[in-house]
């Protein structure tokens, strides 16, 4: 794909995945998980410079290829885009009342800031990109008790994103968050 090419995205609406508030790992209750199954053809050109793409053009950076790491953990300094360019992954998501799915290629997630996640098993060919808003760095949290008011803390100023990494400011993401506020 020429780089000034703009990969074509499937219209889809995510499917919303509200998570509770968890005591141990602290999830987001007022923003939910977005997951956008098939929203890029796994067989169309190269989907892992799609997902890199898309997510520049639409504004989120410091992408990164790789997986997800085998233990629970979260992000308290920035939301995250997941976009499954090649494999497959069963996630855990959530801490004690976890919601677990599989993502395919093709498939891409937006994580709120403070959402746990654990890849659960993998093919060997996975293959994850992934970016944060404008802006936003993110950090590693585990769930150790001596992180959690601290956590708090960064989760509430995580300013919401401007827009959705897949559609751009019409996309669903401004349309779902953007009643919420994080505080």
Do not use: C, K
């Amino acid at each position: 794909m020429a780089t000034h090419e703009r990969p074509a995205v499937r219209p889809v609406e995510p499917e919303v995945v509200r998570l509770a508030y968890d005591e141990r790992l602290p999830d987001n209750p007022l923003l939910p998980v977005l997951v956008y199954r098939g929203v890029l053809d796994p067989a169309a050109g190269e989907p892992a410079a799609a997902f890199a793409a898309l997510f520049a053009a639409h504004g989120w950076g410091g992408i990164w290829r790789n997986g997800i790491f085998a233990f629970p953990h979260y992000h308290g300094t920035a939301h995250e885009a997941l976009g499954v360019a090649r494999g497959r992954v069963r996630l855990r998501l959530g801490g004690v009342r976890d919601i677990r799915l599989e993502a395919r290629a093709g498939d891409a997630l937006v994580l709120p800031a403070g959402t746990s996640h654990q890849n659960l098993g993998s093919s060997p060919d996975l293959l994850v990109i992934g970016a944060y808003p404008p802006g936003q760095d993110w950090d590693l949290m585990y769930g150790r008790p001596e992180e959690r008011e601290t956590a708090r803390v960064r989760i509430a100023r995580v300013p919401l994103p401007p827009t959705d990494p897949l559609f751009g400011g019409d996309g669903p993401l401004p349309r779902l968050w953007g009643g919420g506020a994080v505080s």
